[in-house]
Structures are given as C-alpha cells and as structure tokens.
C-alpha cells in the first residue's frame, strides 16, 4: 500500500470505505460517509481514520509558518479546447 503523503502531491487520494481523503497542495478534501459496523471491517476502518488524520496533522505540524487563514484559491479561468468528435 501507498502512504498516503498531505500536502505532497495533487494526485493521491485514500479511501476509507465511504469517505474519500484527496491530497492537495495547499489543501486536503475530506467527502462521503462511512458507516462503522461492528465487525472486523469495522474495526479495521474505525482504526484507519485517526491514522490518516494524524498523518496530516503532522505535515501541518511541520509546516511551521503555517497563516491565521489561508487565501482563498484563484478560480482557474475556462479554456477552450477543440473538439475531436465532429
């Protein structure tokens, strides 16, 4: 399995059943739902969560100069782009 790296790269994202974590640069999406059943897999997600939380809290620990709040991203303008179906 890949470790799941914060704020290292645009392209990683970790499922946890339901939810999905998706890596960023300068930010980490957290989406879906999980439902903790009582049972192996249960377990095994419910142990899953607080190690991929402290895994970003640790590379915002060492981040340092870290901001009171962080700029909002800039709106990438639309591009056109040819189509290649006509």
Do not use: H
């Amino acid at each position: 399995m890949v470790r799941f790296k914060p704020f290292q790269n645009d392209s990683q994202a970790l499922n946890i059943g339901g939810l999905s974590v998706e890596n960023g640069r300068q930010r980490i999406s957290i989406s879906g739902t999980q439902d903790l059943v009582a049972d192996q897999e249960g377990l095994g997600r419910a142990m899953a969560l607080p190690d991929a939380l402290a895994l970003i809290v640790a590379a915002l620990g060492r981040q340092g100069n870290l901001p009171g709040k962080a700029s909002p991203e800039p709106t990438p303008s639309p591009k056109k782009v040819k189509c290649s179906f006509v």
